[in-house]
Protein backbone atom coordinates (compact mmCIF):
# COMPACT_ATOMS: atom_id res chain seq x y z
CA UNK A 1 0.00 0.00 0.00
CA UNK A 2 1.15 3.54 -0.68
CA UNK A 3 0.15 6.91 -0.71
CA UNK A 4 -1.68 6.46 -3.77
CA UNK A 5 -3.68 2.94 -2.36
CA UNK A 6 -5.18 5.66 0.55
CA UNK A 7 -5.24 9.04 -0.85
CA UNK A 8 -8.59 8.97 -1.05
CA UNK A 9 -9.13 9.15 2.44
CA UNK A 10 -6.80 11.96 4.09
CA UNK A 11 -7.73 15.44 3.87
CA UNK A 12 -5.72 17.44 0.91
CA UNK A 13 -3.22 18.72 3.70
CA UNK A 14 -2.14 15.41 4.73
CA UNK A 15 -2.10 14.32 1.17
CA UNK A 16 0.72 17.46 0.27
CA UNK A 17 2.80 16.87 3.37
CA UNK A 18 2.97 13.05 2.54
CA UNK A 19 3.36 13.99 -1.08
CA UNK A 20 6.78 15.56 -0.80
CA UNK A 21 8.42 12.30 -0.21
CA UNK A 22 11.30 13.72 1.62
CA UNK A 23 11.15 16.01 4.64
CA UNK A 24 14.46 18.24 5.61
CA UNK A 25 15.56 19.70 8.78
CA UNK A 26 14.33 23.44 9.64
CA UNK A 27 17.50 25.30 10.47
CA UNK A 28 17.50 28.86 10.92
CA UNK A 29 14.41 30.02 9.18
CA UNK A 30 15.32 27.47 6.24
CA UNK A 31 14.70 23.80 4.96
CA UNK A 32 17.97 22.14 4.85
CA UNK A 33 19.31 18.91 3.60
CA UNK A 34 21.49 16.88 6.48
CA UNK A 35 25.17 17.50 6.18
CA UNK A 36 25.56 13.98 6.15
CA UNK A 37 22.84 13.54 3.37
CA UNK A 38 21.49 10.83 5.37
CA UNK A 39 17.88 9.72 5.92
CA UNK A 40 15.56 7.66 7.31
CA UNK A 41 12.75 5.55 5.89
CA UNK A 42 9.49 6.26 7.42
CA UNK A 43 7.34 3.17 7.15
CA UNK A 44 3.75 2.22 7.18
CA UNK A 45 3.42 -0.25 10.39
CA UNK A 46 1.20 -1.99 8.69
CA UNK A 47 2.48 -2.98 5.22
CA UNK A 48 6.04 -1.89 5.71
CA UNK A 49 5.57 0.45 2.41
CA UNK A 50 8.24 3.74 2.84
CA UNK A 51 5.91 6.64 4.08
CA UNK A 52 8.27 8.96 3.32
CA UNK A 53 12.45 9.99 4.04
CA UNK A 54 13.37 12.13 6.94
CA UNK A 55 16.48 13.82 7.59
CA UNK A 56 19.26 11.99 9.73
CA UNK A 57 20.11 15.00 11.50
CA UNK A 58 24.11 14.86 12.85
CA UNK A 59 26.34 15.95 15.72
CA UNK A 60 27.04 18.86 13.35
CA UNK A 61 23.25 19.33 11.84
CA UNK A 62 22.64 19.67 16.01
CA UNK A 63 25.33 22.02 16.29
CA UNK A 64 23.73 23.93 13.34
CA UNK A 65 20.21 24.39 14.73
CA UNK A 66 21.74 25.14 18.29
CA UNK A 67 23.53 27.97 17.24
CA UNK A 68 21.10 29.56 15.26
CA UNK A 69 18.65 29.13 18.01
CA UNK A 70 20.81 30.30 20.50
CA UNK A 71 21.77 33.99 18.10
CA UNK A 72 17.43 34.44 17.20
CA UNK A 73 17.12 34.04 20.93
CA UNK A 74 20.09 36.84 21.95
CA UNK A 75 19.08 38.75 18.95
CA UNK A 76 15.71 37.85 17.45
CA UNK A 77 12.68 39.31 18.15
CA UNK A 78 11.81 35.81 20.49
CA UNK A 79 14.25 37.66 22.96
CA UNK A 80 12.81 41.06 22.90
CA UNK A 81 9.21 39.47 23.32
CA UNK A 82 7.29 40.37 26.84
CA UNK A 83 6.40 37.20 28.02
CA UNK A 84 2.86 37.94 27.58
CA UNK A 85 3.60 38.70 23.92
CA UNK A 86 5.39 35.62 23.84
CA UNK A 87 2.57 33.80 25.43
CA UNK A 88 0.09 35.22 22.17
CA UNK A 89 2.27 33.31 19.82
CA UNK A 90 2.44 30.03 21.21
CA UNK A 91 -2.08 29.88 21.90
CA UNK A 92 -1.44 31.07 18.23
CA UNK A 93 0.51 28.12 17.78
CA UNK A 94 -2.56 25.64 19.48
CA UNK A 95 -4.89 27.67 17.74
CA UNK A 96 -3.26 26.28 14.17
CA UNK A 97 -2.71 23.09 15.72
CA UNK A 98 -6.47 22.66 16.53
CA UNK A 99 -7.57 23.92 13.25
CA UNK A 100 -5.43 21.66 11.41
CA UNK A 101 -5.73 18.74 14.02
CA UNK A 102 -7.48 16.45 11.37
CA UNK A 103 -4.68 16.32 9.20
CA UNK A 104 -2.03 16.16 11.45
CA UNK A 105 -3.79 12.91 13.04
CA UNK A 106 -3.85 11.49 9.71
CA UNK A 107 -0.19 11.99 9.16
CA UNK A 108 0.32 10.71 12.68
CA UNK A 109 -2.56 7.69 12.06
CA UNK A 110 -0.53 6.30 9.13
CA UNK A 111 3.46 6.97 10.59
CA UNK A 112 2.16 4.84 13.78
CA UNK A 113 -1.20 2.41 13.02
CA UNK A 114 -3.41 4.00 15.44
CA UNK A 115 -6.05 5.10 14.07
CA UNK A 116 -6.39 8.72 12.93
CA UNK A 117 -9.97 9.05 15.35
CA UNK A 118 -7.44 8.03 18.81
CA UNK A 119 -4.98 9.82 16.85
CA UNK A 120 -6.99 13.01 16.81
CA UNK A 121 -9.12 12.40 20.05
CA UNK A 122 -5.33 11.52 22.22
CA UNK A 123 -2.28 12.85 20.51
CA UNK A 124 -3.42 15.53 18.91
CA UNK A 125 -5.36 17.26 22.14
CA UNK A 126 -2.54 16.55 24.28
CA UNK A 127 0.36 18.05 22.06
CA UNK A 128 -1.94 21.58 21.43
CA UNK A 129 -2.20 21.02 25.94
CA UNK A 130 1.49 20.90 25.67
CA UNK A 131 2.07 23.90 23.96
Known sequence: MNLSDIKHLLTERATTFLGRGT????INGQWVAPQSGRRIATLNPATEATISEVA????????????????????????????????????????????NAQALAEVESI?????????????????????
Open 23 to 26: HDLF
Open 56 to 99: SAGPADVDQAVLAAHSALREGPWGRMRPVERERLMLRLADLMEA
Open 111 to 131: DNGKSAAMARAVDMALAVDFV
